[in-house]
């Protein structure tokens, strides 16, 4: 079973820019596929962004596309997520998640089978 730490959130003005790092242990990292999820108050989580275990394949949800960028570092087993152009619809809590099936990269937030315990994003307009 695989632990996942996240960090990086604080508080940005908006047209600012945060990277958010996903620390993972107690797995063989390369076993899983990645993604990154968001819940804002009162909303649904929702899928941003997902990367597969060799980081050759990513997908972003089209409201964030072109401003964030989801990577990976096996060797440090760690993911990450490079936001630009920050606005303050993207405030949220920022999870990431594991998905056992390394290969493929999906957005359904039940398909993943670890999460870690969140990172508060706010954007200040």
Known sequence: QVQLVESGGRLVQAGGSL???????GG???RYAMGWFRQAPGKEREFVAGI???GGSTYYADS???RFTISRDNAKNT????MNSL???DTAVYYCAAD???SRVVQ???DYDYWGQGTQVTVSS
């Open 19 to 25: 990277r958010l790092s996903c620390a993972a242990s």
């Open 28 to 30: 063989t990292f390369t």
């Open 52 to 54: 597969n275990w060799s």
């Open 64 to 66: 964030v596309k072109g």
């Open 79 to 82: 993911v990450y997520l490079q």
């Open 87 to 89: 606005k303050p619809e």
């Open 100 to 102: 056992r099936e390394p």
């Open 108 to 110: 359904p937030a039940g």
